[in-house]
Nanobody
Framework: QVQLVESGGGLVQPGGSLRLSCAASGSIFSRYNMGWYRQAPGKQRELVATMTSGGRTDYSDFVKGRFTISRDNAKNTVYLQMNSLQPEDTAVYYC?????????WGQGTQVTVSS
């Protein structure tokens, strides 16, 4: 059983920063790709960033240059550093790990960007 627990969300003003964390259970962490998704009210869940087990990263265009995904295998944790946040970044952010045909998700953490 894989468990993912996100933290670090909150309310931030436009232009501000937040760092999200996703702690994964078990010893599976270092072997798998990890990702961050987000879902805004009334919209579909969308990919934000991914990181392979080997460290290669990929970002959606709307966060390139502002967000950085990283991982600490010793802590079984993946991070999302978010800078220059804008109101359109407001969403629930989810951690994801695909293992075979199964997608595992955390419970999500709310990020609200507002003045």
């Amino acid at each position: 059983q894989v468990q993912l627990v996100e933290s670090g969300g909150g309310l931030v003003q436009p232009g501000g920063s937040l760092r999200l964390s996703c702690a994964a259970s078990g010893s599976i962490f270092s072997r798998y790709n990890m990702g961050w998704y987000r879902q805004a009210p009334g919209k579909q869940r969308e990919l934000v960033a991914t990181m392979t087990s080997g460290g290669r990263t990929d970002y959606s265009d709307f966060v390139k240059g502002r967000f950085t995904i990283s991982r600490d295998n010793a802590k079984n944790t993946v991070y999302l550093q978010m800078n220059s946040l804008q109101p359109e970044d407001t969403a629930v952010y989810y951690c994801n790990v695909p293992i075979g045909s199964v997608d595992y998700w955390g419970q999500g953490t709310q990020v609200t960007v507002s003045s």
